[in-house]
């Protein structure tokens, strides 16, 4: 049977890239930390940390294991930890959320009303999610995203998910669609806004209409959903949006569902499993959910 001990040690080497430091760390001298090194090549079967000049560079099979390794750990040291009573009332913590673009201007006052009543301590921090990277996450740049998982997603990552959501038309009051019987011919043929954080021409609905051999006339691309309402708020172009992750940034306005099928959208918050047992982010994680699914 393995030492489970030696999972301490390879993550305080994998971390420090040093034997010295390591031992240092651990409280060892340097020798028995040489010693438990030659004790994790032979177990793993790989060298793990190899020369490079004056210092060591870990090893393919190392940069596999340090992240897993880390987790283990972290688990390990959250199971044996006594139980913690998180007092919100005495809370003092910042929280960084990576969200897609609307969720904000939608979930963030119901969230932070929530967040501000129970923990008044805590502080809400949301920066822009521009791509599908789980960098951040791992890296603990940030707490918590939300969005649609992607083949990019890490699949360390914890996921849970918060709404499902559809695409639906937006446009202004009095809008020439807004009268009469909304077909996808009357669709495709109006002028319209796609919504491309990477500037795509085409989106979902384009693949859809071209299933029925129909073309929207697209005028703009915009980077985000909250600019597209604003521009078919003050004009004849027509915004396709997500219905829920959007909600009352329509409101003044004709939304529609849409004439076709598109494909259905699942609305996740994700994090990476480091946080997953804190007291403190599984209170967090809650409230985002109890938020969303209202």
Not at 143 to 166: A, H, K, N, Q
């Amino acid at each position: 049977m393995p030492d489970l001990n030696l999972l301490i040690t390879l993550n305080v080497l994998l971390e420090e890239g040093s034997v010295a430091r390591a031992a240092q760390r651990l409280c060892l001298s340097p020798s028995a930390m040489s010693r438990a090194l030659a004790r994790l090549r032979e177990t793993t079967g790989d060298p793990l940390l190899v020369r490079a000049g004056r210092g060591l560079v870990p090893t393919p099979r190392a940069l596999e294991l340090r992240e897993r390794v880390g987790v283990l750990v972290q688990d390990a040291e959250a199971v044996l930890r006594p139980a913690e009573v998180l007092d919100l009332k005495q809370l003092t913590r910042t929280f960084t959320l990576r969200t897609s673009d609307g969720f904000v201007e939608n979930f963030g006052p119901p969230l932070i009303a929530r967040i501000n009543e129970a923990a008044p301590g805590v502080r809400l921090n949301f920066v822009q999610k521009l791509n599908k990277d789980s960098t951040l996450l791992r890296d603990g740049s940030v707490d918590l995203e939300t969005g649609v998982i992607g083949e990019t997603t890490s699949p360390e990552v914890r996921t849970r998910m918060l709404f499902r959501d559809r695409f639906i038309g937006v446009v202004r009051e009095g809008h020439p669609l807004t009268q009469g019987e909304m077909t996808a011919v009357r669709y495709a043929a109006a002028r319209h806004i796609l919504v491309s954080r990477r500037g795509h021409e085409k989106g979902v609905m384009d693949d859809a209409l071209n299933e029925l051999g129909l073309q929207r006339d697209i005028v703009t691309i915009v980077a985000g959903f909250s600019s597209a309402i604003a521009l078919a708020r003050a004009s004849d172009l027509v915004a396709s949006v997500p219905e829920r992750h959007i909600g009352n940034l329509c409101q003044g306005m004709h939304c529609f569902a849409l004439p076709f099928p598109t494909p259905p959208i699942t609305v996740s918050m994700l994090w990476h499993p480091r946080m997953d047992a804190d007291p403190a982010h599984r209170w967090l994680r809650g409230c985002v959910w109890e938020v969303c699914s209202q």
